[in-house]
């Protein structure tokens, strides 16, 4: 899988998918690399986000994302690449490297405000 896959999930699914990575990776400590998720995984990540156990539908009802019992299929997990909100990704405008031939420096900036200023 890569990226393309994370970003053709609809908002509230990538919504679900990057609480996975903080609260699963952060608060719970679950390994990101990999691609299958157990129902006890998931409503662990439930409780935490919404307070209840529910796991959404777009993975407990989707058979192609059924592995086995209680074991399903989310490589989005591992594909997703966490941004800040107004920072953007690679590519997209908001965020970029830029070098300078003339200067050895390169400056990673924010549309708004210089954010790193690197020597090299």
Do not use: C
């Not at 899988?1 to 903080?22: C, G, H, P, W």
Request: proline share 4%; aromatic share 4%.
């Amino acid at each position: 899988m890569n990226n393309a896959d994370f970003t053709n999930l609809t908002k509230a699914q990538q919504l679900y998918v990057e609480s996975i990575r903080e609260i699963g990776g952060t608060q719970l400590g679950y390994d990101l690399t990999k691609s299958n998720w157990t129902r006890k995984e998931l409503v662990a990540v439930s409780l935490i986000r919404q307070g209840n156990d529910d796991v959404p539908n777009w993975i407990v009802k989707d058979h192609s994302r059924r592995v086995g019992r209680g074991l399903y299929a989310i490589p989005e997990v591992s594909t997703a690449i966490a941004v800040a909100p107004g920072h953007g990704m690679e590519g997209d405008d908001l965020a970029d490297m830029v070098q300078d031939d003339m200067n050895p420096t390169i400056q990673v900036h924010d549309d708004l405000v210089p954010i790193v200023e690197v020597s090299i």
